[in-house]
C-alpha cells in the first residue's frame, strides 16, 4: 500500500467524449505526475503538478489537462477521447524532486482502467 | 532522445536465479529505479541506483555502470510470486536546472516462474 489513491477503477467511454480521473497523494506528498500505460507497454509521462501549476509535460497533445488541488489531490481530463486513449492511466506522488533529495521515489496509485469504445 | 531498453519476456525456474538487462540513452540521468508490477496493478519500487555499482535488498539487487548506460536487476532463490513484469526507468530532468524530474520507462520484461 503506498497511499496513492485513484478514482475510479474501471471506467468505460465512447469517442468523442470527455472523462475526468481522480488521485489522492500519500500524505506529505506535494508532486503528483500522471502516466498514461497501454497494453504491454511501460507508463509514458504526461504531466506533473507541483503547487497547482503544471511543471512539466510529455508529448501528450493539449486535450489531456490536469488540476492540483490545495490539499496535493489532483485530477485528470481528457477531452475528444479516441480509441488510443484505452489505457491504464496511473498518477504518482513524491516530494519535489531537487538535486539534494535524490534519493526519493514516485509512489504509484492502483491506476484507472480506461477503455473508449 | 529517450530511449530504453529491456527484453520482453523471459521464464525461469523457482529456486533459481535470474538476471533482467536494461540499458538506456536519454538526455539527462539522475538515477534509475526498477519497478515490478503484476497484471493489472500499479508499479511497486523495488530498488534505486544514482552510483554506479551494485545496491543489494533481500533477493532483490541492482547494478549500474553510467558510463555504459546499462544496469541489471538480479532476482535470487526465485518464487512463483516474482512472476510479474519489471519495468527500468530513469529519472531525467524535466528542464534543466528546474530541479523537477520525470520517469522515462522502458516497456518491461514480463517474467515468468515456472515450478
Known amino acids: 500500500e503506498t497511499g496513492v489513491t485513484q478514482s475510479p477503477t474501471h471506467l468505460i467511454k465512447t469517442r468523442g467524449q470527455q472523462v475526468t480521473l481522480r488521485c489522492s497523494s500519500q500524505s506529505g506528498h506535494n508532486t503528483v505526475s500522471w502516466y498514461q500505460q497501454a497494453l504491454g507497454q511501460g507508463p509514458q509521462f504526461i504531466f506533473q503538478y507541483y503547487r497547482e501549476e503544471e511543471n512539466g509535460r510529455g508529448n501528450f497533445p493539449p486535450r489531456f489537462s490536469g488540476l492540483q488541488f490545495p490539499n496535493y489531490s489532483s485530477e485528470l481530463n481528457v477531452n475528444a477521447l479516441e480509441l488510443d486513449d484505452s489505457a491504464l492511466y496511473l498518477c504518482?506522488?513524491?516530494?519535489?524532486?531537487?538535486?539534494?533529495?535524490?534519493?526519493?521515489?514516485?509512489?504509484f496509485g492502483p491506476g484507472t482502467r480506461l477503455t473508449v469504445l | 532522445g529517450q530511449n530504453i531498453d529491456q527484453p520482453t519476456e523471459m521464464t525461469a525456474t523457482e529456486g533459481a536465479i535470474v538476471q533482467i538487462n536494461c540499458t538506456y540513452q536519454t538526455s539527462g540521468f539522475n538515477g534509475l529505479f526498477w519497478y515490478q508490477q503484476h497484471a493489472g496493478e500499479a508499479p511497486t519500487f523495488l530498488s534505486y541506483?544514482?552510483?554506479?555499482g551494485l545496491e543489494e535488498k533481500g533477493r532483490f539487487s541492482s547494478f549500474l555502470s553510467r558510463s555504459k548506460g546499462y544496469s541489471y536487476l538480479l532476482l535470487k532463490e526465485l518464487q512463483m510470486k516474482d512472476s510479474a513484469s519489471y519495468l527500468c526507468a530513469v529519472r531525467d530532468p524535466l528542464y534543466s536546472g528546474a530541479g523537477s524530474y520525470q520517469l522515462t520507462f522502458g516497456k518491461g520484461t514480463k517474467l515468468s516462474v515456472i515450478p
Open positions: 504518482a506522488s513524491s516530494l519535489l524532486w531537487t538535486a539534494s533529495d535524490s534519493t526519493d521515489t514516485q509512489y
Open positions: 541506483n544514482v552510483l554506479d
